[in-house]
């Protein structure tokens, strides 16, 4: 069992516990989880994709010994898959065996089949629950690629962190769970969700920021090609790019660089692992001509200047 970890009475003890799973917030981003924390109120990150929304979760999850409960959106979502259902063939049986013995109390078989131990908890249902270290995290995550009706059904959750299940009853959790939502804006999502959670846009790092998480996440990288690789990844996201590469990627292409024994950038090692950076061939191709070599230059320029 998890021994149950304080949560934090402070903002600097938050950029502490932070740091500690070697996740570096800024202090306003630490400051809303302080606060989210301590108000108990979910918090909902918006911002583009691979800028470190989700980790959020996994990083309060471990620091404070919660359970993480991750709630995967997308286009269909429904109450069935993110909340729960019946055990429809565990159901099916009781009933046969009830018709079987000669059972006629319907009102007794229904309170049977509809009884706890044929409800399949989904997600949602979950985070109701204790966990082994207390309430869990719970992640709602990618909440823009579900759709209005889905929202509208977790006002209920969000609220009064409760479900109700028309059979069964009213389920409340006993301990309000830690709830993180995070979006990429691929739409807007609804004021009256928005309006019960803390909000904050979670953006790219600043380039010494973003090179202290290289040199945490990619410890053997070498000094000179971290800085290369930061500043050119901060360059990159300057350009009109379908998607603009995140922390994610920049981790993944400094490992991979590592990997290849590079100490330095240079065309050829750029264009032979632009696809550990970027995701889309319309960007690649654009950086492996002109544009790219003029980044690399510009980023030696400017290194070598500082």
């Known amino acids: 069992m998890t021994d149950r970890v304080d949560l934090p009475t402070s903002i600097d003890e938050t950029v502490k516990m932070l740091e500690s799973q070697d996740y570096l917030a800024g202090r306003s981003l630490a400051t809303v989880i302080f606060l989210a924390l301590k108000m108990g109120r979910p918090l909902f990150l918006e911002g583009d994709a691979g800028v470190g929304k989700t980790e959020v979760a996994k990083v309060l999850a ?26 429809y063939p565990a159901q099916m049986l009781e009933i046969r065996m009830a018709e079987a013995t000669g059972v006629e109390d319907r009102a007794r078989l229904e309170s049977d089949i509809f009884a706890d131990k044929y409800l399949i908890r989904r997600p949602v249902l979950q985070a109701l629950e204790p966990g082994s270290g207390g309430a869990p995290v719970f992640l709602i995550d990618e909440l823009d690629r579900t759709d209005e009706a889905f929202e509208a059904f977790l006002l209920e ?12 009853g009213t389920v409340k959790a006993a301990e309000p ?3 993180i939502i995070t979006t990429n804006r691929t739409r807007e999502v609804h004021d009256a969700l928005k309006r019960r959670c803390l909000y904050h846009w979670v953006d790219y790092p600043a380039a010494h920021q973003e090179l202290d ?12 090609l971290a800085k290369q690789v930061v500043a050119y990844v901060q360059k990159l996201r300057t350009v009109d790019l379908f998607k603009s590469p995140g922390v994610a990627e920049t981790i993944d292409w400094a490992t991979a660089l590592t990997e290849l024994d590079r ?13 550990t950076l970027l995701k889309y061939q319309d960007d690649i191709a654009r950086i492996e001509g002109s544009e790219g ?10 290194l070598l200047a500082g």
Do not use: M
């Open 62 to 87: 471990k620091a404070l010994g919660r359970d993480l409960i991750r709630l995967q959106c997308y286009e269909g979502l429904d109450v069935s898959s993110a909340v729960y259902e019946w055990n």
């Open 157 to 168: 959750v969000l609220s009064d962190f409760q479900v109700t299940i028309p059979e069964f």
């Open 177 to 179: 769970p830690i709830v």
């Open 213 to 224: 998480i290289i040199s945490r996440k990619v410890p053997h990288c070498n000094a000179q």
């Open 263 to 275: 100490v330095a950038l240079d065309p050829e090692t750029i264009s032979d692992t632009l696809g």
């Open 293 to 302: 070599r003029k980044l690399l230059d510009d980023v030696k320029a400017e």
